[in-house]
């Protein structure tokens, strides 16, 4: 903390890392995995559903960004979270799959991906900020009458978007 400052100037980021399995690095909290990198090379990815023995219950800030071998992923039932830019500028990500167990999907979590639709299941409750920021290719979107929030810029600068339904929930 600078003198007279009541907070450090900067943020910092402490990751411990649990272990490795396959192509995925990963964290255990309460028993509970997060998926913090991606190691591997592939360009259909099906995340598994445990790693370790635990359940995959959050996918990790930045675990897959900048990853554009990849073209279509498989979220697995159980996960509750999407952090962070986790899949944000994976400019050949066209196809994605969400669990219905899903409830918050982080700022700028698909931000630049190649999605054309994406049915948001119905136990989300938050969109956050900028999640689908210039996915340029996004036509249709359905958000189901559970959101109770949708962030700032959410779908800014998808122009292939015709048509959005706001739930009243929002």
């Known amino acids: 903390v600078a003198p007279g400052a009541t907070e450090p100037a900067f943020d910092t980021c402490t990751i411990h890392v649990e272990g490795v399995e396959g192509d995925y690095v990963y964290t ?14 592939d360009t259909e ?7 370790a023995g635990k359940p995959v219950t959050e996918i990790g ?4 960004w900048m990853d554009d071998n990849m073209t279509s992923v ?9 952090g962070k830019q986790a899949f944000n500028g994976n400019d050949n990500l066209a196809n994605i799959k969400l669990p219905s167990t899903l409830k918050t999907i982080g700022e700028r979590a698909f931000w630049g991906t190649a999605i054309t639709e994406l049915n948001v299941p119905e136990g ?3 969109i956050d900020g900028y ?3 210039t996915c340029t290719s996004l036509k249709e979107i359905n958000i189901p009458e559970k959101v109770e929030s949708i ?20």
């Open 45 to 51: 990815i099906v995340i598994p559903s445990t790693i």
């Open 74 to 82: 498989v979220i697995p039932e159980g996960v509750t979270t999407i």
């Open 61 to 64: 800030p930045m675990s897959f």
């Open 151 to 170: 962030g700032e810029a959410a779908f800014y600068y998808c122009a292939a978007l015709e048509s959005i339904e706001i739930p009243k929930s929002v």
């Open 131 to 133: 999640a689908f920021y």
């Open 28 to 41: 255990v909290t309460d028993g509970n995995v997060t998926i913090e990198d991606y190691l591997g090379t």
């Open 124 to 126: 989300v409750t938050s």
